[in-house]
């Protein structure tokens, strides 16, 4: 089973951008769905959006769609999820989950979840 890494998070302005990376170890990542979900303090995780083994298929929450975007690369058992415009509202700890069986965005059918990795936008 895959082991999960997210790094990228970091203190940033509102409009700023920012890259966060998952980092798979591993040689079956390429067979693993990976959706990225975020959590505030007090609050449900939500998923955000969630990427097929093959990159072929992506899942977007409703309001993630356009500002976000996420990309993988099986050669280097990484994906990354790109966040364009930021708000301070997208503060939050982002984790990515994998699963080889479920693509979707339900969090509790993904089996491997990485420690997370916070970001804040200040206004």
């Known amino acids: 089973q895959v082991q999960l890494v997210e790094s990228g998070g970091g203190l940033v302005q509102a409009g700023d951008s920012l890259r966060l990376s998952c980092a798979a170890s591993?040689?079956?990542?390429?067979?693993?769905?990976i959706a990225w979900f975020r959590q505030v303090p007090g609050k449900e995780r939500e998923f955000v959006v969630a990427?097929?083994?093959?990159?072929?298929?992506?899942y977007y929450a409703a309001s993630m769609k356009g500002r976000f975007t996420i990309s993988r690369d099986n050669a280097k058992n990484t994906v990354y999820l790109q966040m364009n415009s930021l708000k301070p509202e997208n503060t939050a700890v982002y984790y990515c989950?994998?699963?080889?069986?479920?693509?979707?965005?339900?969090?509790?059918?993904?089996?491997?979840w990485g420690q997370g990795t916070q970001v804040t936008v200040s206004s």
């Open positions: 989950a994998a699963d080889p069986a479920y693509w979707g965005n339900r969090q509790d059918m993904y089996h491997v």
């Open positions: 990427i097929s083994s093959s990159g072929g298929r992506l």
């Open positions: 591993g040689r079956t990542f390429s067979s693993y769905a």
